[in-house]
């Protein structure tokens, strides 16, 4: 036994295999009802696994220019600051908090990179521009072909370029957010909200967020929930719903157009 944990012993008051014997869970609440150091490195190689699980769910974000491996060692160390960040009071699981701030250390850090092609930047800023035109003509999300025949580009291509936007569109979604977050209210993440005002107001966004999910395709709901509730990547969702994997990020990339269409009318006090 370690020095470490003879001191944890000590001051807890419970022997080491009783530590080990506890869920992961029952460890969190007394690392943050004890503060005891001496158990936060045990607690946070428990969730090593979410941190994995994530890091492949995202890979699309960082493939261009990080490996695997890079990215669980970011997503470790946002771990161990969500281990100390964390409230259990404020009614969120610990899965959900930690995994929203190791994906935004992910694309943190793919917005430091800048790796994506330009060409690739110009053609999602003009589908979306294109999807925005049509939707204040038609007063309706315009279709698949609609939007290629605005662009000037065969469906085919427009597909391609859909796909090729995936990642531009998952980082633009949180831009979207931002805009509204001047104030420095964090909309996601429920355990930096501090004020009635302000939970009222990340309340209102999630609660519109979701409207506009159930607005989408059965299809586009499916891929949503998948990737961003279940953690499943791109690969894992074409095996689910037996497509391809690029037209997942067609799906995806669809889906999150409309989300961030359907925000910003919220944001600009147009619905």
């Not at 990215?71 to 995994?99: C, H, R, W």
């Not at 427009?158 to 977050?181: H, K, M, W």
């Not at 302000?198 to 979701?210: C, M, N, P, V, W």
Request: charged share 30%; aromatic share 6%; hydrophobic share 40%.
């Amino acid at each position: 036994m370690s020095g470490a944990q003879r001191a944890a012993e000590v001051e807890l008051g419970y022997t080491q295999a009783e530590l080990d014997r506890m869920s992961k869970e029952d460890l969190l609440l007394l690392y943050k009802s004890t503060g005891c150091q001496e158990l936060k490195w045990p607690l946070v190689l428990r969730y090593v696994g979410l941190v994995k699980s994530i890091a492949l769910q995202v890979r699309g974000v960082y493939s261009g220019f990080a490996q695997v491996d890079d990215i669980i060692n970011e997503g470790v160390l946002a771990l161990v600051g969500s281990v100390d960040k964390f409230d259990p009071d404020k009614g969120i699981k610990f899965e959900t908090f930690v995994s929203k701030r190791i994906r935004g250390a992910v694309i943190d850090l793919a917005r430091r990179q800048d790796w994506v092609p330009r060409s690739v930047r110009r053609k999602a800023r003009e589908i979306e521009q294109a999807g925005a035109e049509l939707y204040a003509e038609l007063g309706r999300y315009p279709t698949d072909e609609e939007i290629a025949g605005r662009l000037g580009v065969s469906p085919e291509q427009y597909q391609e370029d859909l796909a090729n936007s995936s990642l531009c569109n998952i980082l633009s979604l949180d831009a979207v957010f931002e805009d509204r977050d001047q104030g420095g209210v964090d909309v996601v993440d429920s355990a930096s909200v501090s004020r009635p005002e302000d939970s009222l107001l990340r309340q209102e966004l999630l609660d519109t967020l979701a409207e506009g999910i159930t607005s989408l395709r059965e299809n586009e709901q499916l891929v949503v929930s998948l990737y961003y509730k279940k953690n499943l990547s791109m690969k894992e969702i074409a095996q689910v719903m037996e497509v391809s994997e690029p037209r997942i990020s067609q799906i995806h990339s669809r889906a999150i157009q409309k989300l961030k269409l359907y925000m910003k009318r919220y944001m600009n006090g147009e619905r």
